[in-house]
């Protein structure tokens, strides 16, 4: 199982970008000033824990191809 996780804190108002959906308007990750709607989509996957499970993945799956 690889799991990404992601800290940060909900904003006291609607903060509307030009993308996103769902908690994205509210949600600000740590160590950003935007929230997930205010980035754009190269930003968000810096912070996505999506793409964090996803490195961890590929990560193991490039040295698995070694093994066997």
């Known amino acids: 199982?690889?799991?990404g996780e992601i800290v940060g804190e909900i904003t006291k108002e609607v903060r509307k970008g030009n993308s996103g959906f769902g908690f994205d308007p509210i949600f600000k990750p740590q160590g950003s000033d935007k929230t997930f709607a205010e980035m754009s989509i190269e930003e968000k996957n810096?912070?996505?824990h999506r793409a964090r499970a996803f490195r961890e993945?590929?990560?193991w799956y490039?040295?698995?191809k070694r093994i066997v």
């Open 57 to 59: 993945f590929a990560k």
């Open 46 to 48: 810096m912070y996505s």
């Open 62 to 64: 490039r040295s698995f």
């Open 1 to 3: 199982c690889f799991k």
